[in-house]
């Protein structure tokens, strides 16, 4: 049976620990949260990858689906763009304005103000759920919750996706809440039944209604299931029906917009970019190999021209800075429909730089945590109990990680294009670089029972990180 919760209780609890308020947790969901919220009321809805086509979508619903000929996004799902459509319809309705250029489009420009200020709510979410996970992996241990959230906080590319009027939001929420659901699976075997079933049915049919990244997430499902089946005696056959029926679940909920893609054109996956056969020689060497160190130009440019077609330093520059400029930095180069914006490349780029190179310290302690879940694996036979189960929910997370990585690089080399290619950004597998301060959460956790003194001066350093990088985080293209 499962154990019922009340809401109430279940929503505080995160924040307490022996009773009290906990300030350093409320401290920094408020702080990352915060940041959303400003982004999403400062910065230009008309702003970033693609948004003139996301606009476009979100003109065309509530009455119909898009096509080619409404918007480069078609094969988009339509969950991301449904209320800001409300939000448009009534608009129109109640000014008589008539559709004009997107840009100029006062209705459009407020439905992709409401999608913003909706990112905001999905990162209460996230962040909430960031919290759960601990509760169930470590429960009552304050302190993973803290490195937790202050990983995630530190990560320039979580502001910078949340403020854009797209579908990568929806996808982390949907891929957190998942995760959730799934820690809960592991950690509390005996508790699986059909209302777990249903629950992360319906999660992973939001998902793949959400943006087919969130696809990502379903093979690590596979890959559970088969752990479970291999590894647990006694309850493996209920967590393996509970997950089958959860996927059987979500492609019933979300397989009539893939079904209606096929139908219009022949395949389930189309995408605004012609195919190629799948060869590592699609890309030029330089895309694997090239990291952007030599002569340390990842720390003194790294934005858009210096890195083209190199996936590991523009990748990187994605995650902790603004390579492509849609965020906080304004070249020369942009296109803007007016000149309210001052071009500020002259001291943006070497700051981006400076940023590169601070985040370097939580990198590592990312790169820690990968390598700490890699270590423990081999460990699993011999724990016992809670921590073998917590084994086995790191391996989950490791395999959800290097699959969707590998899955996005495969696109990368069949997808490619004549000029640079922008199709190489961190906001597309947010929802897989989430799995990162979970596992650095778990490696601070094992520093601070070793070494004490050690931890809290890696706190500390991190926190300077933020506060160094803080500008990275905050978008110059405002309203």
Sequence with gaps: MEEPTSLLPALKAPFHHDGRLDRLTVALFLAINGLVLANSIL?????????????????????????????????????PYLL????????????????????????LRLAG???????????????????????????????????????????????KTFAQVRGEPYVVLFTVWGLYVLARIVMRPDQVGARTAVGLGVILGLLGLSRQWG???????????????????????????????????????CGWFYVGLFARYGTFTPFNRAARPFAFSNQPIA???????????????PTRGTFDNRFLPTFYSEVWGDYWGYFVLIPERASLSDDRYQRNADWMTPYLGRANAAALLPSLVLAAGVVTGLFSLPRRRRAEGEESRRALFTALLLLFGAGAFLLYLYFLIRFTSVAPDTTIKATFVLHALLVLPLLGAEFLERVRTRLPLAYVASLILLVLVWMLNLPTMITQYRL
């Design 43 to 79: 910065h230009d809805p008309a702003i970033g990858y693609d948004t003139v086509d996301h606009l476009r979508y979100i003109r065309t619903l509530p009455w119909r689906m898009p096509s080619e000929a409404d918007t480069r996004e078609f094969f988009s799902p339509p969950l």
């Design 84 to 107: 800001p459509s409300l939000v448009d319809e009534v608009c129109l309705a109640r000014s008589g304005e008539s559709p004009m250029a997107v840009a100029e489009d006062g209705c």
């Design 113 to 159: 103000k409401a999608a913003q200020l909706l990112n905001f709510l999905l990162s209460l979410g996230v962040t909430f759920l960031f919290l759960m996970i601990g509760e169930v992996v470590r429960p009552g241990n304050r302190f993973w919750s803290a490195s937790a959230l202050l990983l995630l906080g530190v990560m320039t590319v979580y502001y």
């Design 215 to 253: 696809f990502m997430l379903f093979p690590a499902v596979l890959a559970l299931m088969i752990l479970e089946w291999a590894l647990d005696r006694v309850y493996r056959v209920r967590i393996v029906k509970a997950l089958a029926a959860s996927l059987a679940m979500a492609l019933a909920i």
């Design 287 to 301: 895309f694997y190999r090239d990291t952007g160190l030599k002569d340390l130009w990842l720390f003194r440019s």
